[in-house]
């Protein structure tokens, strides 16, 4: 018995079958190990592929223009331009979110007139590529001037309803700076704080006006007034108190006549008077001549 066992575990058909066994666990588990593998490192790929692609953005930014302000002022130029910026996913995503870059012109080294000037780009990541929009701007430098001029007020209205009247108005502000070029400030022919002045109006008028430059014409002008407005305090009084008023005055001016036409009175009666009195002494001096002449 114990020859036939060992010879069963011997027979060529039970060793064949025991390999082909292993064989097929060890194919199985290797093919297993292998996907996994391939999986993770798919998925490694992929992380790497989004991280690495390339994207593209538009970013609105505010436009720097780079010029001595003390000397010049700078018209012409637009507020904001927009960069499209090209590069890593990433880092594009980063620089629209924090915008740590500018957008300038540099136009310290131009004098006075109308100037074409490339925008530049300061701070971008170097990575990234950009494009501006407009590319170049054209700019109008011109001679900064200041002066200082007297406010004037204008009313919409100077007749009210109801016999009211409006009184002198009066701001809190006199005199006021004018800054802009030679040429809009040499246009500037007044500085106006203009009032509208309902018709119904029965109270005191009490406004925050802005001021404005205008020309000859009523033009507004493109200047910087400091303070750029003003308080405005309007007096209303009624119909009535102006006619007392006017009755008041009436009066006090016909007693200052009346007292006028007395002391005329009583002068031409002193004058006369002394006219009389000289002309008596004049005949008593001739009567008393005449006298001693006939002696």
């Given amino acids: 018995m114990d020859k036939d066992k060992k010879g069963f575990f011997r027979r060529k058909w039970f060793l064949r079958l025991t390999s082909l066994v292993l064989a097929l666990f060890l194919f199985m588990y290797v093919n297993g190990s292998k996907s996994g593998f391939l999986r993770q490192n798919t998925r490694n790929n992929n992380q790497s592929s989004a991280l690495m692609s390339n994207k593209s953005a538009t970013i609105k930014m505010p436009l720097d223009v780079t010029v001595d302000n003390s000397k010049y002022i700078v018209s012409g130029y637009p507020q904001y331009v927009k960069v499209k910026v090209n590069g890593p996913s990433a880092l594009v995503t980063t620089t629209m979110n924090t915008q740590n870059f500018k957008v300038y012109a540099d136009l310290s080294d131009l004098g006075p007139g109308k100037h074409k000037v490339k925008l530049k780009t300061s701070g971008l990541n170097s990575e990234l590529k950009s494009t501006i929009s407009p590319s170049t701007i054209t700019v109008n430098v011109q001679p900064r001037k200041t002066i200082t001029m007297r406010v004037s007020i204008r009313l919409s209205n100077k007749s009210l309803d109801d016999g009211y009247q409006l009184g002198h108005p009066r701001s809190d502000i006199q005199n006021v700076q004018?800054?802009?070029?030679?040429?809009?400030v040499n246009r500037v022919d007044r500085?106006?704080?203009?009032?509208?002045?309902?018709?119904?109006?029965?109270?005191?008028?009490s406004r925050q006006v802005t001021l404005q430059a205008v020309d000859k014409n009523g033009q507004i002008l493109n200047v910087v007034i400091s303070p750029a407005?003003?308080?405005?305090?309007?007096p209303v009084v009624s119909g009535d108190s102006s006619s007392s008023s006017t009755d008041n005055n009436s009066s006090s001016d016909a007693k200052e006549s009346n007292s006028n036409r007395?002391?005329?009175?009583?002068?031409?009666?002193?004058?006369q008077t002394s006219q009389a009195s000289s002309s008596s002494s004049a005949a008593d001096e001739n009567d008393s001549s005449t006298s001693n002449t006939n002696e």
Avoid: L, M, Y
């Fill in 262 to 271: 007395a002391t005329r009175s009583s002068t031409a009666s002193s004058t």
């Fill in 178 to 184: 004018v800054t802009g070029s030679r040429e809009q």
């Fill in 229 to 234: 407005t003003t308080n405005i305090e309007i």
């Fill in 191 to 205: 500085i106006v704080a203009f009032v509208a002045v309902p018709r119904d109006t029965k109270n005191t008028i």
